[in-house]
């Protein structure tokens, strides 16, 4: 799976407007709403459960430059498959039981991005009906609301795969016995790197596209 700078070049060595300005949409639906939406979502559930680490940190902010990680910025450019900057949660601050109140705030991350995915349908369907089927304007609204759509599926469904450091494994984490705990928590300093090997290889993608597709189409009435 290519990623949106790849498809800018393409359309830069062959001329196609089109493929650039949809590739540029993602770029933006993705960097500047999904993942610091994402990444806020966390932050304030850790506040609210009574950790403010992330909050000190300036992450309950909108602001991208807040929750961009570069490396992993990068990769989604290049690759289609990236990650933000983690929110800090100190898991001894959290009320109830530490592991549970992560998971907790772990989740809130990938719910929020369906709830977004769910409000981006709603406005597809509202505006699919008004729009004019020969203005470009409208075309171009309906494509990007389409992709909001989609990105926001992919996203949460990424997040929902049970390796560090994602959401999911931190779910996992909260069901597993002591000693599975510990393994995961071992398996840590190697997540980024098994899901860039997943990634070279096309197991994320099969993993995740078809079904992200899937629940995209249903959502959009298509």
Request: aromatic share 8%; net charge neutral.
């Amino acid at each position: 799976m290519n990623g949106p700078l790849v498809g800018i070049f393409n359309g830069l060595t062959s001329g196609d407007v089109t493929l650039i300005l949809a590739q540029l949409i993602v770029l933006v639906l993705l960097l500047g709403v999904a993942f610091p939406i994402h990444e806020l979502a966390h932050a304030l559930t850790a506040r609210y459960l009574g950790d403010n680490t992330g909050e000190r940190m300036g992450r309950i902010t909108l602001n991208p430059l807040a929750h961009l990680d570069p490396f992993g910025t990068l990769l989604f450019a290049l690759t289609g498959f990236g990650w933000a900057r983690p929110v800090p949660v100190n898991l001894y601050r959290l009320q109830g039981n530490p592991r549970t109140s992560f998971a907790i705030v772990a989740l809130a991350g990938p719910l929020s991005n369906l709830a977004l995915a769910a409000l981006f349908a709603l406005l597809f369907r509202f505006a699919l009906p008004l729009a004019g089927a020969d203005s470009a304007l409208s075309r171009i609204l309906l494509f990007a609301l389409s992709v909001a759509v989609q990105l926001n599926i992919f996203l949460a469904l990424f997040n929902l795969i049970p390796i560090p450091p994602l959401d999911g494994s931190r779910l996992l984490t909260a069901l597993l016995p002591d000693q599975g705990q510990a393994l995961m928590d071992q398996l840590e300093r190697y997540g980024f790197i098994i899901l860039i090997a997943l990634s070279a290889t096309g197991v994320l993608g099969q993993l995740i596209v078809r079904p992200a597709t899937l629940l995209s189409r249903t959502l959009l009435g298509l």
